[in-house]
T-cell receptor, first 115, second 116 residues
Framework: AQSVTQPDIHITVSEGASLELRCNYS??????LFWYVQSPGQGLQLLLK??????LVQGIKGFEAEFKRSQSSFNLRKPSVHWSDAAEYFC?????????????FGGGTRLMVKP | DAGVIQSPRHEVTEMGQEVTLRCKPI?????LFWYRQTMMRGLELLIY????????DSGMPEDRFSAKMPNASFSTLKIQPSEPRDSAVYFC??????????????FGPGTRLTVT
């Protein structure tokens, strides 16, 4: 079974600074990988996804993530954070050929942005 | 598309009462998921359906919880009787899967349940 670890529960960055949120997964092959964002009082919104091919994927709101097989990681990055990026971010893993379509979610990282 | 629709958005009830949460998935989606989110336990998968059939309900906490999907456009999650520890935000999500391009899930806005 797959699992996902987001080592950082909370992260605080200054507005305009760069951001990297860590995600590590455990799975026997290359999984499908996702990042979701949850703003306060909202549901989860898909930021980006990786299935195969180019290991650097672009998403919405200026986010990108890089799949590194050797490190079993899929870290989320943004070069310059805006105050509106303050939210909780979830990494998720799906198994190819999983007939059930289940995703396994990490525990989330809460991002705070200082003015 | 209107996205995943959940109702009600907020529910306050007294312990022992029956609670029914409702979900309308995105039209054409074949899979539907119910999650519960709390500060203590994070996001938990309760149950999911493929083509209206329950596939895995191992996340349902106990017999007080039940879920149905009578057709492709409607699902309910019922708690009877409700307890204060059931207080949480309940999310419904749907996906068009299975398949590589269809596995991502789209979430509704959630129902915030408070049991007093």
């Amino acid at each position: 079974a797959q699992s996902v670890t987001q080592p950082d529960i909370h992260i605080t960055v200054s507005e305009g600074a760069s951001l990297e949120l860590r995600c590590n997964y455990s799975y026997g092959a290359t999984p499908y990988l996702f990042w979701y964002v949850q703003s306060p009082g909202q549901g989860l919104q898909l930021l980006l996804k990786y299935f195969s091919g180019d290991t650097l994927v672009q998403g919405i709101k200026g986010f990108e993530a890089e799949f590194k097989r050797s490190q079993s990681s899929f870290n989320l990055r943004k070069p310059s954070v805006h105050w509106s990026d303050a939210a909780e971010y979830f990494c998720a893993v799906g198994a190819p050929n999983n007939a059930g379509n289940m995703l396994t979610f990490g525990g989330g990282t809460r991002l705070m942005v200082k003015p | 598309d209107a996205g995943v629709i959940q109702s009600p958005r907020h529910e306050v009830t007294e312990m022992g009462q029956e609670v029914t949460l409702r979900c309308k998935p995105i039209s054409g989606h074949n899979s539907l998921f119910w999650y519960r989110q709390t500060m203590m336990r994070g996001l938990e998968l309760l149950i999911y359906f493929n083509n209206n059939v329950p596939i895995d309900d191992s996340g349902m906490p106990e017999d007080r919880f039940s879920a149905k999907m009578p057709n492709a456009s409607f699902s309910t999650l019922k708690i009877q009787p409700s307890e204060p520890r059931d207080s949480a935000v309940y999310f419904c999500a749907s996906s068009s899967g299975p398949g590589q391009g269809a596995i991502e899930q789209y979430f509704g806005p959630g129902t915030r349940l408070t049991v007093t």
